[in-house]
């Protein structure tokens, strides 16, 4: 059997993460960010059912380089046995953990009744995290919007749900999914899922320089900081935050 990292080690305080970027965060782009700093980093977003299906560019996406670091695969789907399966084929492609993307906003993901559309469907998504955690030894985390659209907003809901079934880690983009990228993400969110609950909790959004991720980690009490769009084409913003968080660099 591999040995696998326990979360503890995947994620050390004060941790910058590098987000799941579709066409973005392939193994070249996550070791120059690991270069930069980044203590943990996600895969590409990968279809459940075209990895259980033998897609062969889905297995390609949860490829890395050998000396990579801590790397979770994300994956996506609405059926809870083959994301236990897909699951489990990540668990044995070696990888740190596993992440179920509960907040893409993009069209063509949510009418196959996946990401954010999750967010509409509680009890699924229970049933999805329960099989899945079922089916590994590994450390589980879930990504999640703050609520579908404004009257819906049931993050610290569906983080509570998350703990209740198994879930180790919860990443938190305090958007709804009707914003999409537009308007400010609501970090007041993540500092209550944090109050809330014994899980560790990355943020998301809005960290779009180094001292985005102090206030953050200041503002919110988050275990970790999660950077995307902000390291386009500005890998050093790792480099940076990290000086700034350890260091107490100007």
């Given at each position: 059997?591999?040995?696998?990292?326990?979360?503890?080690?995947?994620?050390?305080?004060?941790?910058?993460?590098?987000?799941?970027?579709?066409?973005?965060?392939?193994?070249?782009?996550?070791?120059?960010?690991?270069?930069?700093?980044?203590?943990?980093?996600?895969?590409?977003?990968?279809?459940?059912?075209?990895?259980?299906?033998?897609?062969?560019?889905?297995?390609?996406?949860?490829?890395?380089?050998?000396?990579?670091?801590?790397?979770?695969?994300?994956?996506?789907?609405?059926?809870s046995a083959v994301?236990?399966?897909?699951?489990?084929?990540?668990?044995?492609?070696?990888?740190?953990?596993?992440?179920?993307?509960?907040?893409?906003?993009?069209?063509?993901?949510?009418?196959?009744?996946?990401?954010?559309?999750?967010?509409?469907?509680?009890?699924?998504?229970?049933?999805?995290?329960?099989?899945?955690?079922?089916?590994?030894?590994?450390?589980?985390?879930?990504?999640i919007r703050s609520?579908?659209?404004?009257?819906?907003?049931?993050?610290?809901?569906?983080?509570?749900?998350?703990?209740?079934?198994?879930?180790?880690?919860?990443?938190?983009?305090?958007?709804?999914?009707?914003?999409?990228?537009?308007?400010?993400?609501?970090?007041?969110?993540?500092?209550?899922?944090?109050?809330?609950?014994?899980?560790?909790?990355?943020?998301?959004?809005?960290?779009?320089?180094?001292?985005?991720?102090?206030?953050?980690?200041?503002?919110?009490?988050?275990?970790?900081?999660?950077?995307?769009?902000?390291?386009?084409?500005?890998?050093?913003?790792?480099?940076?935050?990290?000086?700034?968080?350890?260091?107490?660099?100007?």
């Amino acid at each position: 059997m591999l040995e696998h990292r326990t979360l503890r080690e995947i994620l050390p305080p004060k941790a910058l993460v590098l987000a799941p970027m579709s066409g973005i965060t392939d193994p070249p782009y996550r070791l120059l960010a690991r270069e930069k700093g980044v203590d943990l980093a996600y895969t590409e977003m990968v279809s459940a059912e075209g990895l259980v299906r033998g897609n062969n560019a889905c297995s390609r996406l949860l490829e890395g380089y050998l000396s990579e670091g801590p790397l979770i695969g994300q994956l996506f789907g609405s059926d809870s046995a083959v994301l236990a399966e897909a699951a489990s084929r990540v668990q044995e492609m070696g990888l740190d953990g596993v992440d179920i993307n509960v907040g893409c906003p993009a069209a063509k993901v949510v009418k196959r009744g996946a990401g954010a559309a999750l967010l509409r469907a509680p009890m699924r998504l229970r049933e999805i995290i329960k099989e899945v955690r079922n089916a590994l030894h590994i450390p589980l985390g879930i990504k999640i919007r703050s609520g579908w659209d404004a009257k819906s907003l049931n993050c610290l809901e569906i983080v509570q749900l998350a703990e209740d079934c198994g879930v180790d880690l919860v990443t938190i983009h305090p958007r709804l999914r009707s914003q999409r990228f537009e308007g400010e993400a609501d970090w007041g969110l993540i500092r209550m899922a944090k109050e809330q609950t014994g899980l560790k909790v990355i943020g998301n959004g809005d960290v779009r320089a180094p001292e985005d991720a102090v206030r953050m980690l200041n503002e919110t009490g988050c275990d970790g900081v999660m950077i995307g769009r902000g390291s386009w084409g500005n890998p050093w913003i790792f480099e940076r935050a990290r000086g700034l968080i350890h260091e107490g660099l100007d």
